[in-house]
């Protein structure tokens, strides 16, 4: 499935008119199930959708591991669009999710939390602690990151339109990229891709988000064992309340030489 579509569109400058072409990030439907039953629909870029749907069960606190997965497949069939659904097998012993965790609504590519009954509900405990994490990182190392970021950004050069999340070791190297149109689905993809490669809990760690900082974005962080989280935008207060309260460092307004240490300012050294 293509990730980028072709659009005629009339370009209009202060003194000049013309028709040419653009590209657009595409951006579908994914219906997840598990064990035949519909989980969840997000709206997100095609691509790496096997480690979105893995990073999803994840994050919300649904399998522990890539070993509580069996199988993962897409379902074409006359009733769906091919590589629009697919359906997760859980390995044997694996509890289902429960009913209250079934999503019957469409998630937006900019929100992953949206329809959930309560504050308490996403309040998902991880199993992983990363107050203890020893993870300490120079502010100059820290800064070069954003930029790093943005290079990698293949898809973003030709459509301009998509959020990215890399995943970055203590010392500043780019071990994971994942850009999709939804922030919350490229935190999924790196996760999904980091638990089906044996890599959980991301210890020394940290994310970095090419946008805003939201609670579901440091919940996500926190559920994958990750002790840092930085963004080049701004993060909420609630985003904030949970960092400090799991002992996280979260970084906000990246840009340049300068940034906020909302969280954890320990680890910046």
Known sequence: MPITARRRVTRIAENSREICFDSLVAEEPLEIRVGGRSLAVTMRTPGNDFELATGFLLSEGLITGAADVATISYCPGPDTQAFNVLDVALSPGVRPPPAEAMRAFVTTSSCGLCGKASIDSVRSKSVYDVRSDPMRLPAPVLCALP????????????TGGLHAAGLFDADGHLVCLRED???HNAFDKVIGWAGMDGRLPLRSHVILASGRASFELVQKALMAGVPMLAAVSAPSNLAAELAEEAGMTLVGFLRGDTMNVYAGAERVV
């Open 181 to 183: 149109v939804g922030r």
């Open 147 to 158: 930029g790093r970021l943005r290079e990698a950004q293949k898809i973003f050069d030709r």
